[in-house]
């Protein structure tokens, strides 16, 4: 009789023990959950902080990397957005796609940006090259300084013929 009242409430402790475990597992497993939906349409105030130093731990400090990660990626964005092409962007691997096309755009960016500087002081040997046929801003200057040295062309025709004729005009003058 004993025996069996012991092994009841060895099994009662076992499992209260294990629906503790569970609960405290399956509670962490949802947080991350959570959090990872909310990450997924652009929500990055989360909070998947765990006193846990088990595998739910280890998950959630990599929760709070890739959150940080992709808070810097957004801050970067910001400040690209707004013409701030001074924001050091850098990829944390070669295989970070997201890093790895930010510090593409953001040198492509600049590259544009130094062409147009160049520009505007006067400097039309300026080549810009599109880096693709869907590449708006490329083709957008490329065209735009095709333009200028056909306008800097004709204005040039024009001078040329407005000396002619000023020539001819003193001559005819004499």
Known sequence: MIVIALAVLATLVAATIAYGLARS????????????????????????????????????????????????????????????????????????????AFVSMQGYLGETASAAEQIAGGNLTVRVTPKSPRDSLGSAFAVMIQRLHETLSGAAATADRLADARTQLARSAD
């Not at 595998?55 to 400040?79: C, P, S, T, V, W």
Request: glycine letters at 10%.
């Open 25 to 100: 597992i399956a509670g962490g497993v949802r947080r991350m959950q959570v959090a990872a939906q909310s990450i997924a349409v652009g929500d990055l105030q989360q909070d998947v902080t765990t006193d846990s130093c088990d595998e739910i731990g280890q998950m959630a400090a990599a929760f709070r990397d890739m959150i940080e990660y992709l808070h810097g990626m957004a801050n970067a964005a910001e400040a690209i957005t707004v013409g701030d092409l001074s924001v050091e962007v850098s990829a944390k691997s070669e295989r970070d796609v997201l890093g790895n």
